[in-house]
């Protein structure tokens, strides 16, 4: 979660309470103008609380037309029935609650037999509350082990962990909050992501996995996990270094299997020891639910492991949070359910017709230059085209906001800060009808911004988006 600060003004405003905001009587009823940064002295209505805080949130953005995140925004009715169902019940309490813990044992196995575990019975697994704990329960495991291979040289030696610059920014946080050295591979040219032959240079003794990235959140792409598998293996018939492979399947472990079967990026290459993926982006369950995978038993050190009871035996645990409720989790086995493979298969390949069919509009318009064209991950990225002067990626941005887009612009990393791009993420709920709608609102604002004498914005480090 971000951090916020308390109120920088000391005279605190109140909130206006409309009369007919009252249960009965609007003017006997109506209740004392709360403070915003300090609890009222007496209770209201529960009317009048929803209404207040339902007023608030009008200025939000509509999240269906968020075309920044990759979370998802809609789900079926009957879902959320469910979930609201489950919203009370705590994960933790495996015991109190047999079958919630069933279901996530079984969403696992799925997870498992997708992503061709050996022995999908023998891998091991968990629920987390998204990608950046699985992400960090996964560089854990990698540390550990490590550590226990380096027994004799640990804690004076400092591990490393090689990655692309475009890697989530959960990734910098486990560097920095496990005290792991971040090798970070750059950005070269129109390679927007990591190099293989660059990633093995990086490697020594003291590297305690390397993470490849399947669909990297700058562009949408997949980084060549096969390639990369094949430069350790190199790696370690030089050097005997045998470097195991984390692959972050934040997005594209929920889009792969089912669109590109063909693709080898999973625990298909022996190499691999991890996946996460979340299951609230392309798992297509509202926010609050990742998975991590280990290949086995032997890539998650047992002293990782928690042990609770549960119904009398033994339950497992690896997680960095305790109490969560079990709502989406719940989800996630009610949408395996639903859909299925073929079901899945569906929805994300309307995702990419969608992501494919606006990236090829918007490359029409003439005024940009697309980087992909959402035929990976159903996302795609593009700047402005060497010719255009007027204006840029950020006026665009600014522009579509008025609309009701929320479209982001960022500046890409190390050694190729001179690019910045729109990125355009293509969601279960964003339609095709949706994306006709964009291109005709980017379309009218052209000939506006084609008059301009420059662009506008002067501060880009101020106004980039939030690109994850």
């Known amino acids: 979660m971000p951090l916020n600060e308390g109120p920088r003004q000391t005279g605190e405003r109140r909130l206006s309470v409309n009369p007919f905001y009252g249960p009965a009587n609007p003017i006997g009823d109506m209740a004392e103008a709360p403070p915003t940064h300090r609890l009222p002295e007496q209770p209201m209505a529960p009317v009048t609380a929803h209404q207040l ?35 009370d019940k705590n994960m933790i309490d495996k015991d109190e609650y047999p079958r919630t813990a069933e279901l996530e044992r079984r969403c696992v196995a799925m997870l498992a037999d997708l992503w061709h ?20 329960l996964a560089g854990m495991a990698l540390k550990r082990r490590w550590a226990r291979r380096n027994a004799d040289r640990y804690p004076g030696a400092r591990p490393n962990l090689v990655m692309g610059v475009n890697v989530q920014v959960c990734w910098e946080k486990f560097c920095n909050f496990w005290e792991v050295e971040a090798r970070l591979v750059p950005m070269e040219g129109e390679r927007f992501h990591l190099d293989p032959q660059a990633a093995a240079e990086l490697c020594d003794e003291n590297t305690i996995g390397v ?21 350790l293996d190199a790696v370690q018939e030089r050097t005997g270094l045998d470097i195991p492979v984390h692959v972050d399947g934040a997005s594209g472990a929920m889009v792969a299997p089912f669109l590109d079967e063909d693709l080898v ?3 298909r290459l022996p190499r691999v020891a991890s996946i996460n993926t979340s299951g609230h982006k392309y798992g297509l369950v509202y926010p609050g639910v990742g998975w991590a995978l280990w290949r086995d038993a032997e890539a998650l050190p047992e002293e990782l492991v928690f042990r609770v009871n549960y119904l009398g035996g033994d339950m ?60 990976q991950l159903p996302v795609f990225a593009f700047t402005t085209a060497p010719d255009v002067t007027s204006y840029d990626v950020f006026d665009v941005s600014r522009r579509l906001r008025e609309n009701g887009w929320l479209v982001p612009a960022y500046t890409f990393p190390a050694h190729r800060e001179d690019l910045s791009v729109l990125r355009v993420v293509c969601r279960n709920g ?6 006709e709608l964009l291109t005709q609102d980017l379309e009218r604002l052209l000939p506006e911004l084609r008059r301009q004498p420059r662009p506008f914005t002067r501060d880009k480090g101020a106004a980039t988006g939030f690109h994850h």
């Open 211 to 231: 993470v490849g990235i399947l669909g990297s959140t700058f562009d949408g792409s997949y980084e060549p996990l096969a390639e990369l598998c094949a430069a």
């Open 53 to 87: 805080v339902r007023d608030e949130l009008m200025l939000d953005g509509n999240a269906r037309l968020n075309l920044a995140t990759f979370v998802t925004t809609w789900m079926e009715p009957e879902a959320g029935v469910l979930m609201a169902e489950c919203r």
């Open 265 to 267: 990026w999973d625990f």
């Open 430 to 435: 964003f339609s095709a009808d949706l994306a």
């Open 117 to 136: 575990a050996p022995d999908p019975a023998a891998a091991v697994g968990c629920s987390t509350t998204g990608s950046s704990e699985a992400c960090m």
């Open 316 to 375: 497992p645990t690896f997680a960095l949070n305790f109490s969560r409720p079990g709502a989406q989790v719940v989800a996630q086995y009610y949408t395996f359910l639903r859909l299925g493979r073929e079901g899945y298969r569906a929805v994300q390949q309307a995702a990419r017709d969608v992501a494919t069919g606006l990236a090829a509009r918007i490359e029409a318009l003439g005024d940009f230059r697309l980087l992909t064209r959402g035929d």
